[in-house]
């Protein structure tokens, strides 16, 4: 079981008031969860990625036993404390202004 924390933005949007629990089959990679997540939050559709790119959207990171994965290649397996739900996977909104 995979432990998936997103941005309260994304929580709200989802009515969802813990962190998310997922069951991937085969590897576990950004991708993978982002599949689940948008498979069982259709909502969430085009929030966390790109509908048309399927790239990352702006101002959205992904975050892995302590490092930025948001710029690796999505289908990249996963840490084993990942895939394994020992840490969460996170996906943090990132807030820019002045």
């Known amino acids: 079981m ?3 924390a997103l941005p309260t933005h994304l929580r709200v949007l989802a009515s969802i008031n813990t962190d998310v629990e ?3 089959e085969g590897a576990v990679t950004t991708n993978s969860i982002i599949d689940a997540i948008e498979a069982r ?3 969430l559709r ?4 790109s509908l048309s790119t399927q790239k990352r959207q702006p101002f959205i990171r992904f975050y892995a036993h302590k490092e930025d994965l948001s710029h690796e290649s999505p289908d990249v397996p996963l840490p084993e404390v990942i895939a394994s739900g020992k840490e969460p996977f996170l996906i943090v909104g990132a807030i ?3």
């Open 41 to 43: 939050y259709p909502m």
């Open 46 to 49: 085009g929030t966390i990625r």
């Open 22 to 24: 997922l069951i991937i």
């Open 96 to 98: 820019a202004g002045g």
């Open 2 to 4: 995979v432990k998936v």
